[in-house]
């Protein structure tokens, strides 16, 4: 009897796992040091999804600007595997996110964001042989455009891009230090899988309670200041100069702007 | 009651009405579009995309909930094309006008289609430097 279940079991979870797409993108961060990630999205059932950003990457040379050549490729494996997981019909989005000088690692949960998409456009372009539309938001912070597949109905993209008509298969923000490109479209392999149960967590909180956490009290940045002083000879004066501005893709969050607005 | 109260209440009254009017003028012109997508159960999460016929331009968009229920509006007369689509689904679209009406129920029953997904290899394009961008 027990067996039999087992094969039911097992069917039904064929059955669920069959409309399954993987997109490969390859995510240029235009930042301090430019450097160029691997990342892939895969989308289950139309309902969820389960984006994942390698730490392997590529640096780019800034300075030979004729050709831009990848230079020197770090293959660390010391980095963490980050995860954006949203769940529709639990409305649940989960992120695996660090911050800085903590060692911790944690799974930050918040409700589906709400992005409304403008999608008054009449650009289209093709990437590899999808005809793509032109859309626009500002989301936390930031304004990105993106190019999503009018042939793909799914509502997915990578990172925290959600809700627009169709998968998106380019992104980038306004200022492009931001940019996700898709570079394949397939189903889901072993290799992603592989990938996937590389994710690790230590601690499961609120995105509220983390922002707080990342930008409350900076104990952890004190304690680092005074681990480089104790390093240093006696009588050295030490200046360390912290930018207090918010860096990264979110600088702002909604419950922020409401209070700003009153 | 005195002279200032009545004062007080005729403005408020006219106040009132003045808001009665608005409230009729937006209720003429905004049309809702709403409906169930099923195929023997209720769909989840199918995009419906609002199309004007004449352009094809996207006026809005959404996806059906967990129920199956979706809902549009437009302040847009004419016609205009629906599109319910879906993977594993076949697309279906729906055509109808806009003259007066304040609400359209259209449901879709979409047909199943077996789902097959070629690999696709989209060429990979140049580091492109940021000024290429704008």
Not at chain 1, 35 to 62: C, D, G, Q
Not at chain 1, 202 to 214: A, G, S
Not at chain 1, 230 to 236: A, E, I, V, W
Not at chain 2, 84 to 100: D, E, M, P, Q
């Amino acid at each position: 009897m027990k067996k039999i279940l087992l094969i039911i079991f097992f069917n039904i979870q064929l059955q669920a796992q069959e409309r399954e797409i993987l997109v490969e993108y390859e995510v240029h961060y235009n930042t301090a040091s430019p450097r160029v990630k691997t990342s892939f999205l895969a989308i289950y059932n139309n309902t969820s999804s389960k984006f994942i950003e390698l730490p392997n990457y590529k640096l780019l040379n800034e300075k030979n600007n004729e050709n831009v050549d990848i230079v020197n490729i770090n293959f660390s494996q010391k980095g963490t595997v980050k995860e954006v997981k949203i769940d529709f019909t639990e409305n649940n989005l989960e992120s695996i996110e660090k911050i800085f000088m903590n060692k911790l690692i944690f799974k930050v949960k918040e409700n589906i964001p709400k992005i409304k998409w403008d999608i008054n456009f009449t650009e289209t372009k093709l990437i590899g042989k999808n005809k793509c539309a032109k859309a626009k938001t500002f989301f936390r912070g930031r304004s990105y455009t993106i190019w999503y597949s009018q042939e793909i109905p799914l509502g997915f993209g990578p990172w925290k891009l959600v809700g627009a008509p169709g998968l998106i298969l380019e992104a980038y923000d306004e200022t492009l230090t931001y940019r996700w490109i898709a570079k394949k479209i397939q189903k889901v392999d072993s290799q992603f899988e592989n990938y996937s149960n590389m994710v690790t967590y230590d601690e499961e909180i609120t995105l509220k309670k983390f922002i707080e956490k990342k930008y409350g009290n900076q104990t952890d940045i004190v304690n680092f200041n005074k681990k480089i002083k104790s390093k240093l000879p006696r009588g050295t004066k030490l200046v360390i100069e912290m930018n207090t501005n918010r860096q990264g893709k979110e600088l702002i969050f909604e419950w922020e702007e409401e209070t700003k607005e009153n | 009651m005195g002279r200032r109260n009545k004062r007080k209440l005729k403005h408020l009254l006219l106040f009132i009405t003045l808001l009665f009017c608005q409230n009729n003028y937006f209720s003429q012109t905004k049309t809702k579009i709403s409906g169930i997508v099923n195929n023997n159960e209720k769909l989840f999460s199918v995009s419906i995309i609002l199309k004007d016929s004449i352009n094809n331009s996207f006026l809005d968009y959404t996806y059906s909930t967990d129920e199956g229920n979706y809902s549009l509006s437009t302040l847009k007369k004419g016609k205009f094309n629906l599109t319910f689509s879906s993977l594993g689904y076949r697309t279906k679209n729906v055509s109808f006008a806009i003259t007066n009406q304040t609400e359209i129920k259209i449901d879709a029953q979409l047909k199943e289609k077996p789902f097959e997904l070629n690999e696709i290899i989209i060429e990979a394009d140049k580091v492109q430097q940021i000024v290429d961008f704008y």
